[in-house]
């Protein structure tokens, strides 16, 4: 036992700040893809929408007017945008990229001939603010999980925030074993029929006030599965959802954000890769 | 060879044709199918068994079986006239579990199977079944019967505990039911299914190289094996090469894949007795394979590399050179936790005689990976079947013969000894720079397509139409055969408190076995 007490304490410390120090994402992966719209042409956006295997980007209209809708929410973070067209798309190293609304994931423009791209408004007729509970919680947080049909991807990606890298526990917060101390719902995967009733009963089951977070593109908006025949779609059909968390699977450190942006200890902002900034 | 797969098929009555070097394809009478492929299983293995039905078409069943010592695959079908068929099982035990999901999943009843209670479809309502013909008039059996009731074992001071599907920490969902007098577990009953995605049947109609996406989230902790098979299988019902460069990328990646997933499962079984050091040691190992896997391709679970045809990743000079230290330093890691774990009697313990399973059960039920190789099953598809680029590579496959969660540990650690060893030969002779692969034409064609997943061997029959797009993909990982036991080797003298460690040291993922 003491030569395991001198293993752990010659490792050191190993915990990684957050968020990670500047330029890449300290694990290297991106959490997101941004489309840095003022590079796209309509021709682009369509040859783009063709090529994205999901509702991530879609596009209609001619060469030279039309619409795009760019969905976080949706992308699977597949590359194949970024691949094919890097000037417009690109990784996003920065894993703050949860958000409140689900339509801050969101990005839609408009062409008109003989005019520059222009952000449209969002149609944000459905979002209702919900009361804020997350004051409440701002110094610890009890998570109770719930895998509702996930790849095992986002179980893989919670348990490494118990690994000394992220070490949940010194912000606080903590996995629990029963709904009845629980805070936050968190729901990993697309909802399939089968575990919907037992998802609802969780949520029953955890006292008032409570948050519930959405983590990973299945649960924030179907994700690969979306419109599957076995399944009840994304999270928000069947509960509301106060922390939508992109990601396929999001990394140790967007899941961290997305837990802290409830607890309103990290700030919300737009997901970085909607903000239409001039790129790369 | 003195009796290889071909003249064992041909001596049952078929006539196999070649469509590769190491597949065979036979078709025959659906009277004849069931006593065929019983007189196959018997010297060989009965791989899969699946039904393929799709509107407007007759049913088809499909048996995958393989002989050991010889390289080929056997792929046996039969059309269906009507909605039954003549139960494998009573004649081959693991045909049970394939022919209880043909019957939930497709609607065809397997007469004279002793059991067909639903298998993952526990709380589905009637109706058409999930993978049915979507044509409701053609489906013959009723959807479900009432469930078969579970053996229920009474006496005194007998009672039942039920865990899940919701569980205790950031787990997969599935529910186990306990049932224990005091502390001893005398029984536990599985309930799957609850993720079950219908991920086959989403591919049916797309593109390969769309489906491909869906083959990388069968399952998230062996994406890139699962992918592999699936991509494999398109690469040889199309005729389609890869080049020497992209397998040697691809076994590299697979290898990495195989570790990391090793590592994970030490770190749970760590975790589960108790050993916290360990379990953060090897928590902190599985990290950085993860951000080593992101720094080659972009993505920690290795996603979006794989391309039909080829490899989206390069390794050139310095990245190589880094990956070459991180394997060395991983290793020297391993080595010495390795050594400290085998000190450590009071984690031994718990693990020795826990959950064992025998030889010969594993033998019956056709056992995959390296739970198999911890109970005699000497089968490993990267030496037994060749691909990618394991022929060039030397490796140890490490078979124990104990079955108890000691031996599947010595197994674990033996294989990332072996896996690693695999990474640093490869990586000298790795490519500076991975070719740009332009998407391969494809064509109309069936194929079996495979790969060693770090659960064991996964499997994928894919049928493409003219147009390249995915007609039925079966896929079958090594969690769908290796489920089947679980609930046996929970009985042998455990404790309640022993089933974290049962569960971490079978290492069995949900998601590939709900589909
Ligand atoms: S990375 Fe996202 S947006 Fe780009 S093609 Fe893939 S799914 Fe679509
Ligand atoms: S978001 Fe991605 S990683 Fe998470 S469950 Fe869905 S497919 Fe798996």
Known sequence: MTRWIATGLRTGIKTTRFPAPAGLGDDGAPSAVACHWRRLTPATALAAAALCPTTAITATGSATSGELHFDLGACVLCGRCVREFPQVFAPVPDPR????????????????????????????????????????????????????????????????????????????????????????????????????????????????????????????GGGSFAGG??????????????????GCPPTPQALLHGLLLAMERAEDVPSPGTEGDDGP | MSSSLRALAEAAGLRPVPVADDELHAHCPEEEFTDRVAALAGPGVLADLFATTAIHRQARLTAVLQLPGDVSWLVVDTTLRGGAFQSLTPAVHAASWYEREIREMHGLEPTGHPAPAPLRLHAWPAGPPPMGTGDPVAHVAPMLSPPVARPTIEGQGIFQLPLGPVRSGPQEAAAFVFTSGGEDLVMVSLRLGYKFRAVERMAEGLPADRALLLAERLAGTSAFANALAFARAVERAAGVTVSPAAERTRTCLAELERVRSHFATLARLADATGL?????????????????????????????????????????????????????????????????????????????????????????????????????ADRDSRRDH???????ARFAVPVHHGG????????????????????????????????????????????????????????????????????????????????????????????????????????????????
């Open chain 2, 386 to 392: 060749p691909y990618a680029a394991y022929a060039a």
């Open chain 2, 276 to 376: 916290l050091v360990a379990g953060a040691q090897y928590g902190l190992l599985v990290e950085e394979l993860l951000r080593a896997a992101a720094a080659l391709t972009g993505h920690r679970y290795l996603r979006g590399s794989l391309r039909i045809g080829g490899i989206d990743a390069s390794c050139d000079g310095p990245a190589r050179r880094r990956l070459q230290g991180l394997v060395a330093g991983w290793a020297r890691r391993a080595a010495g936790l390795r050594s400290l774990l085998g000190e450590t009697s009071i984690f031994q313990d718990r693990l020795e005689t826990t959950a064992v399973l025998e030889p010969s059960y594993a033998d019956l039920h056709n056992l995959v990976g390296p739970s198999g190789r911890a109970s005699g």
């Open chain 2, 404 to 515: 108890d969660a000691a031996a599947r540990l010595q197994v674990h650690l033996e294989e990332i000894e072996a896996s690693l060893g695999i990474l640093t030969q490869l990586l000298d002779g790795w490519p500076e720079a991975g070719e740009p692969v332009a998407p391969p034409q494809l064509q109309e064609g069936v194929a079996l397509g495979w790969a060693e997943a770090p659960g064991g061997e996964a499997l994928a029959l894919v049928e493409l139409d003219a147009g390249g797009r995915v007609r039925r993909w079966r896929a079958r990982p090594p969690a769908a055969v290796n489920w089947h036991p679980f609930a046996h080797a929970c009985r042998s003298g455990n404790n309640l408190t022993d089933f974290p460690v049962i569960e971490a040291s079978f290492g069995l993922s949900h998601a590939e076995f709900d589909r």
């Open chain 1, 229 to 246: 025949p076995m399944t009840q779609g994304p999270l928000d059909r069947c509960l509301p959802v106060d922390v939508y968390i992109p």
């Open chain 1, 97 to 220: 990229v949860a958000v409140r609304e689900r339509g801050r994931l969101a990005l839609h423009l408009r062409w008109d001939p003989g005019h520059p791209p222009a952000p449209a408004p969002l149609a944000q007729a459905a979002a209702v603010v919900r009361a804020r509970a997350a004051r409440l919680f701002r110094r610890s947080l009890h998570i109770r999980h719930v895998d509702a049909g996930s790849c095992n991807g986002c179980e893989s990606e919670l348990q490494m925030l118990s690994t000394p890298y992220v070490d949940l526990h010194r912000l606080g917060i903590f996995f629990t074993p029963t709904p009845r101390h629980a805070d936050v719902l968190l729901v990993t995967g697309v909802v399939t029929r089968n575990m919907e009733a037992a998802l609802r009963a969780t949520y029953a089951a955890m006292p008032s006030p409570k948050l519930v977070l959405a983590a990973g593109v299945c649960a924030v």
